[in-house]
């Protein structure tokens, strides 16, 4: 079971982009998405997450007001709007979803230990 994240590229400073996360089948449960990303050289950093069920949001502090994460019931996706980016958010950014719908509590949702399910990446270059 894997999720297919894209909508990477690259882009010049400024610019946005729009990365999509999409379910392995259409009923597969996403209850709590998170978008983690791993810059060249450093570890993988959580940056937004969504509940569904309430469609309750969390962000790093580095991308909050810049990143709008987002979910589609209909679609089974989710997707993260990322506007005026910068060089340093280039990284490779990957979608998860707990391999458990226990909610262990807000603590485990900007952590990547509180995700098992994930994709396989979507490489985003922010560059003049």
């Known amino acids: 079971v894997q999720l297919q994240a894209s909508g990477g590229g690259l882009v010049q400073p400024g610019g946005s982009l729009r990365l999509s996360c999409t379910a392995p089948t259409p009923t597969f449960n996403m209850w709590r998405t998170g978008w983690f990303r791993q810059p060249p050289g450093k570890e993988r950093e959580f940056v937004a997450a969504i509940r569904w069920r309430d469609a309750r949001t969390y962000y790093s502090d580095s991308v909050k007001g810049r990143f709008t994460v987002s979910r589609d019931s209909a679609k089974n996706t989710v997707s993260l709007q990322m506007n005026s980016l910068k060089p340093e958010d280039t990284a490779v950014y990957y979608c998860?979803?707990?391999?458990?719908?226990?909610?262990?509590?807000?603590?485990?949702?900007?952590?990547?230990?509180?995700?098992?399910?994930w994709g396989q990446g979507t490489q985003v270059t922010v560059s003049s």
């Open positions: 998860s979803v707990p391999a458990s719908t226990y909610d262990g509590g807000t603590y485990y949702y900007t952590r990547a230990e509180g995700y098992d399910i």
